[in-house]
């Protein structure tokens, strides 16, 4: 039921407008570049869903290769059906023999066996069920801190497209959550996540299903010898029986780009029509050795943290913040970091991207997802693929940073001391000052931020010393515009206010001299006249 080997059920958007599609005519037009994108399709789920389908194809090309990708729907139904072992229902959303497998969802031994441990028991002669979820993004999304970054229960439980995604998203990217629930093998550790990042030349759906798909089948050799994958072994891990009581697989026993379905989960269609998440728990993550904590298994999308004191290499574990504009330099310019062939600018002369996506977590909570979208222009994509311009461009982007760093605690030092009146000695732990200094110098690294690689991509064709000085110059700009403006907006008593403006405005070009900040004549920090000179 619902078997995305035949039902078109995969809504997509093309240019001849909207059609629904089975999954072989979609990676058929995907390979011919005709898939604009995708309807129904939520914007944390994009990346995760990209990754299955690059997944799927690059290893049914390991077993039947072409010298380019068809865009024969039946030749990727017979690659599918080989990846299902010949299991068809594999391929299923909803499977009424639970003996079975279904899409992302393992066999049972039996429903009278296993039906119990899902959430099903029979009272009174009656079947009663406990679901794991009754929305598809109820499964998705299995915790939000706030309810803001991804909100819960808002998709009717009758949209299969919506439980494809959700299936995709709880299978392939979970983390830990709670006792017997086990995450994903590709992250560093229970509760960390599991990253995105790629190079690309081109964001259209299609353009970079074919690229990654053209950097896998040429990763694969190397990735197999480093990581001891097999070059024949299982890549869908949910078509045979999994006891739960341990790993179902070690590493060593499947192909390098496997898919996970790291959950003991099934879709059940209720007698009232509607369908529902039933879920069990194991003892242990599906993909085994149990040491095998730091995500490090050769995935072409996940950086290494190559400093980990710890581990050696871990999978990439971003904070609440995201993706910085410092995390994305060092990961730009491999500063502590080991990227990927996939992640690595390639040569050529046309400007490329640089996607970067996670959902952060935490223990018992998501701490947001984050998403960048970063243009780099053609002369820096060939700048940084050389050694000796590349470091360049690395040092230009640690003074730009550094510079920034500078103006901005110069900027909270002098907020502080405006707010408090203008004191001789600021006191910088006042709850109240903290808070509305927060909030006023975070406006400043917005501004920044959203310059700093344009900036930094000047250096690919300018004098560094002259770029530089213009991001100076832009920077102490932004500040003092945001210090004047607080000048008018926070109200201070009238006989503090004209000491509070001089002694704030000097804090700030104090700041700035005390860190050697450079400074022209024309980038200088305006004055505030004295009380004496107002008068005079």
């Not at 391929?91 to 023999?97: A, G, K, R």
């Not at 461009?393 to 001391?417: F, I, K, P």
């Not at 690294?445 to 310059?451: A, D, I, M, T, V």
Request: hydrophobic share 40%.
């Amino acid at each position: 039921m619902h078997d995305l080997l035949t039902d078109e059920l995969i809504g997509v958007r093309t240019p001849a407008g909207e059609r629904t599609v089975n999954l072989p005519m979609l990676l058929a037009w995907l390979a011919a570049g005709q898939v604009d994108g995708y309807t129904g399709l939520r914007a944390h789920q994009t990346d995760p869903w990209h990754v299955f389908l690059v997944q799927l194809a690059a290893s049914i090309q390991a077993r039947h290769p072409t010298p380019a990708l068809p865009d024969d729907p039946a030749y990727w139904h017979d690659g599918l059906l080989d990846l299902a072992e010949g299991e068809a229902t594999a391929w299923s959303l909803v499977v009424e023999d639970v003996t079975k497998p279904a899409f992302l969802q393992h066999p049972w031994r039996g429903w009278d066996e296993d039906a119990a441990d899902y959430g099903g028991e029979v009272k009174r002669g009656v079947l009663v069920l406990d679901p794991k979820a009754t929305t598809p993004d109820e499964l998705d999304v299995l915790v939000t801190a706030k309810n803001h970054d991804v909100k819960k229960s808002r998709i009717a439980p009758q949209e299969m497209d919506a439980w494809l995604y959700a299936l995709t998203l709880c299978q392939t990217t979970s983390g830990v959550f709670g006792s017997g629930k086990y995450g994903v093998v590709r992250m560093n550790g229970g509760y960390g996540s599991r990253p995105i990042v790629a190079w690309t030349p081109s964001l259209h759906p299609s353009r970079r299903f074919a690229d990654d798909v053209q950097q896998l089948v040429l990763m694969r050799a190397s990735v197999q010898a480093a990581h001891g994958f097999r070059s024949r072994g299982p890549v869908l891990t949910w078509i045979k029986h999994w006891d739960r009581s341990t790993h179902q697989y070690m590493l060593q026993d499947l192909e390098p780009w496997f898919i996970e379905a790291a959950r003991p989960v099934r879709l059940h269609r209720a007698e009232d029509g509607q369908i529902l998440a039933l879920g069990a728990t194991s003892s242990a993550r599906q993909i085994g050795p149990k040491n095998l904590e730091s995500g490090d298994v050769g995935d072409p999308w996940i950086p290494l943290n190559a400093e980990d004191k710890k581990k050696g290499r871990s999978a990439l574990t971003l904070p609440a913040g995201g993706f910085t504009p410092e995390r994305l330099t060092a990961l730009l310019f491999e500063q502590g970091y080991e990227l990927t062939p996939l992640q690595r600018p390639r040569p050529g002369n046309e400007p490329g991207w640089f996607v970067a996506s996670v959902l952060v977590r935490g223990q018992g909570k998501t701490e947001g997802f984050h998403r960048i979208e970063l243009p780099i222009p053609a002369k820096a994509r060939q700048a940084l693929l050389t050694r000796e311009r590349r470091d360049t461009l690395a040092h230009l982007a640690q003074s730009l940073l550094s510079d920034a760093t500078v103006v901005a605690a110069a900027l909270r030092t002098a907020l502080t001391v405006y707010a408090e009146g203008g004191p001789d000695k600021a006191d910088f732990d006042r709850d109240a000052v903290k808070a509305w200094v927060s909030r006023t110098s975070s406006q400043f690294g917005k501004r920044w931020e959203s310059l700093y690689f344009p900036t930094l991509w000047r250096g690919a064709e300018e004098d560094h010393d002259r770029v530089r000085q213009d991001w100076c110059d832009v920077l102490l700009q932004l500040a003092q515009s945001l210090l004047d403006d607080a000048h008018t907006r926070l109200p201070v008593p009238s006989n503090r206010r004209m000491r509070a403006l001089i002694q704030s405005q000097s804090a700030f070009i104090g700041s700035l001299r005390k860190k050697q900040f450079p400074t022209t004549s024309s980038n200088a920090p305006h004055r505030t006249e004295t009380e004496e000179e107002t008068t005079a």
